[in-house]
T-cell receptor, first 116, second 108 residues
Framework: GAVVSQHPSRVICKSGTSVKIECRSL??????MFWYRQFPKQSLMLMATSNEGSKATYEQGVEKDKFLINHASLTLSTLTVTSAHPEDSSFYIC????????????FGPGTRLTVT | RKEVEQDPGPFNVPEGATVAFNCTYSNSASQSFFWYRQDCRKEPKLLMS???SGNEDGRFTAQLNRASQYISLLIRDSKLSDSATYLCVVIGYSTLTFGKGTMLLVSP
């Protein structure tokens, strides 16, 4: 069964609004979670590393004030897309390291964001 | 040279065929390598890890060639259900990079 969940799975919002995406580890604790986005026909791109109890680490080119990450607990990380624009429309996926290896990841099912 | 490169395909093969994909990487200090499978509009799922000594899991064999900086995935006796995009993942000291994926289409 799924060990990482995401909510919502699909969201449509208007330009200028904010959208929150939740990523939960279901039966294990994750001090670190990762957020990616995938544009059509492109690869997954790591956006940021979410750290429980400290600030997220953002990849180069990702605006930290636009993509707010909060690792509220050992099982929950949230990504908030603020003041969304149509170019933010994408597939957002989170992952958490497996219990056996920090290099292997359990991926969430993804959230399809469409900004109109 | 891009950090991680894959032939996008698609590779069209009949059922039962053997097919192989390569993935090249530019950072010689890369530490860990994985193959993921991604179905259309779904999240990637770990297929297998890649070790220098090779790794075999049923019909799937993964190899790492550090000298030439590439990893490979071999699928034997292809099934219709193998149709998907196969992503390689290369992990360095502080980086995690996905390839763009290779699409495989297995036909009856």
């Amino acid at each position: 069964g799924a060990v990482v969940s995401q909510h919502p799975s699909r969201v449509i919002c208007k330009s200028g609004t904010s959208v929150k995406i939740e990523c939960r580890s279901l039966d294990f604790q994750a001090t670190t979670m990762f957020w990616y986005r995938q544009f059509p026909k492109q690869s997954l791109m790591l956006m940021a590393t979410s750290n429980e109890g400290s600030k997220a680490t953002y990849e180069q080119g990702v605006e930290k004030d636009k993509f707010l990450i909060n690792h509220a607990s050992l099982t929950l990380s949230t990504l908030t897309v603020t003041s969304a624009h149509p170019e933010d429309s994408s597939f957002y996926i989170c992952s958490a390291p497996t219990r056996t290896s920090s290099y292997e990841q359990y991926f969430g099912p993804g959230t399809r964001l469409t900004v109109t | 040279r891009k950090e991680v490169e894959q032939d996008p395909g698609p590779f069209n093969v009949p059922e039962g065929a053997t097919v192989a994909f390569n993935c090249t990487y530019s950072n010689s200090a890369s530490q860990s390598f994985f193959w993921y499978r991604q179905d259309c509009r779904k999240e990637p799922k770990l297929l297998m890890s890649v070790y220098s000594s090779g790794n075999e899991d049923g019909r799937f064999t993964a190899q790492l060639n550090r000298a030439s900086q590439y990893i490979s995935l071999l699928i034997r006796d292809s099934k219709l259900s193998d149709s998907a995009t196969y992503l390689c993942v290369v992990i360095g000291y502080s980086t995690l990079t996905f390839g763009k994926g290779t699409m495989l289409l297995v036909s009856p």
